[in-house]
Structures are given as C-alpha cells and as structure tokens.
C-alpha cells in the first residue's frame, strides 16, 4: 500500500475524474469510480484529504505519469502508513 495526503479537495477530485474517465469508469462490473469522491474521503487534522491505495495501482496509467508530477508540485504528499493511521483510527467507531 502507498499512502498520500492533499490539502487541495479540487485537485483531488480532477484527478479521481481523470483517472475515472481514462479507466472507463463507471462500468457495467458495477465500479463507479476508482477512489472515494472528496465528500467521503478520509481527511487528517489538519483538514488534508487522505488516500491509501494498492502499489500497483499507482504503475497503472494515467497514475503512473500523474502520481510523480504531483509529488513533484508538492500538491500531493506521500505519507507513511503510520501517520494514515494516526489520522483515520480517530475516526473508527
């Protein structure tokens, strides 16, 4: 798993419909889209939206030439597994 936060909602959500959008999301599998939309997602406590997907969903493309130039514009942060889990596990009922 990789984690990463962002304090842009906007950013996330463009890049969840873009992502959408290249993999044919929704589908008639019954995926409707590839993360959870920004009004759902998990956020720390310094309001960052949050988001931990699978290692090789990051090499898939359009993720895999993204991913790299959004780290680079210091928009998105990779983040550990324990600060995700420092931020969400307040939050588990």
Known sequence: MR???TSSAALYE?????????WGLPNDKGTRTCINPVRVAPR???GRVLLAVAEEWCGWEPA???LPELL???QVAE???AEYRAAIEPLAP
């Open 79 to 81: 983040i550990t597994e």
């Open 64 to 66: 895999a030439t993204l």
């Open 3 to 5: 984690f990463f936060a």
């Open 72 to 74: 680079a514009s210091g």
């Open 44 to 46: 720390d406590a310094q």
């Open 14 to 22: 463009e890049t969840r419909l873009t992502l959408d959008a290249a």
